[in-house]
């Protein structure tokens, strides 16, 4: 369907009128060139090393029993065939393992195996788009979630740059967003202590410590080790830094990675609010710029609404003028 040029006109000056009052003052403009918020020493993550990771799965399992969940049997963990296809996060799953061997493999020639699950950002975008606090980042650099505050409206869903977060739709009365708590939430077994994940592999491709001392060790990997790892550590700079922390032996982008911006997208969105807001216009004035924007781009003619030109055919245009009378020897005759 052709959208209408007025409407267009109105929607491109309604945006340029947006983006000016939110962005147009220097000090906006010096918010959003800082990427992120101050991170914390102290904040905790995970070193995950692919090149380690054998898929026993055995994280899955003990996640899920951390978490209250059914933990597959042993049985089910050595069923490789899960593997045919990639699995996503779900709402009673909160870590993955999935395998790329599909002309991806490592420095040894064996597939590679990815743990996916909440990345933990310094600026996360789901506490930023909370509107009740549900989302929140702890001291200890985990992200948890209140299931209490929140109301449901999975906005943490819809701007997660990595889609992690997911929700119980199957839930009728009590639906939660289900996702990686670095085993901080309460009720869990390991809160306050290295995540369950973590203990149990078995192969020490993961390593829980403070984010600063684990960056150091992933670029001395690196820099002794240049045949086996890329020169990137995955999550220092996506986003605005994560608490987990990538390194492999494999360009990310072949291993189902987003490629995300280093700023935090919090920095842009909430600026764009603060200028409206704060910096530039209160909410009625900015509804007045809107009703300036449409009388600007209001149609001036007949022939701006769509109606048909000297040399189109009228006939094919719809019209809404009401049906003629039948024809006066058609009248009261039955159909």
């Known amino acids: 369907m052709t959208e209408n040029p ?9 945006a340029l009128a947006g983006v000016y009052g939110s962005v147009a003052s220097p000090e906006t403009e010096r918010a959003m ?3 992120t918020r101050h991170t914390s020493e102290d904040w905790m993550g995970v070193l995950v090393d692919l090149t380690k990771c054998n898929g026993c799965r055995q994280c899955e399992a003990a996640c899920q029993e951390a978490a209250g969940f059914t933990a597959p049997t042993k049985e089910e963990l050595l069923d490789e065939s899960v593997f045919n296809e990639r699995r996503p996060l779900g709402p009673r799953s909160y ?4 395998r790329f061997d599909t002309g991806t493999r490592d420095a040894e020639d064996r597939p590679v195996y990815v743990k996916m699950n909440c990345m933990h950002c310094n600026d996360p975008a789901c506490v930023s788009a909370c509107l009740v606090g549900a989302m929140r980042k702890e001291p200890n650099g985990a992200v948890s979630y209140d299931a209490w505050k929140c109301m449901g409206c999975r906005y943490c869903m819809v701007v997660c740059p990595f889609e992690m977060p997911t929700y119980e739709y199957d839930d009728v009365w009590t639906p939660q967003v289900r996702k990686c708590t670095l085993c901080s939430d309460n009720g869990n077994p390991n809160k306050g202590g290295t995540p369950a994940c973590v203990q149990v592999c078995p192969k020490q491709c993961l390593i829980y410590g403070k984010r600063s001392e684990l960056l150091a060790r992933a670029h001395d990997r690196i820099r002794r080790h240049p045949d086996l790892y890329v020169d990137h550590v995955y999550g220092e700079h996506e986003a605005g830094g994560t608490s987990w922390l990538y390194i492999s032996g494999v360009p990310f982008e072949e291993l189902g990675f987003l490629k995300v911006n280093a700023s935090a997208p919090p920095r842009l969105s909430e600026t764009i609010q603060h200028g409206v807001f704060n910096h530039f216009i209160p909410p009625i004035a900015w509804c007045g710029i809107l009703g300036l924007a449409m009388w600007l781009t209001k149609p001036n003619t007949v022939a701006d609404e769509g109606s048909p030109s000297d040399g189109e ?3 094919s245009v719809p019209t809404l003028a009401p049906r003629r009378r039948a024809a006066p020897e058609l009248e009261g005759q039955p159909v």
């Not at 870590?95 to 999935?98: A, D, E, G, K, P």
Request: charged fraction near 30%.
């Open 33 to 35: 060139a800082s990427e």
């Open 95 to 98: 870590t993955m393992v999935n």
């Open 313 to 315: 055919n009228k006939d």
């Open 6 to 14: 007025s409407r267009r006109t109105f929607l491109k000056t309604a």
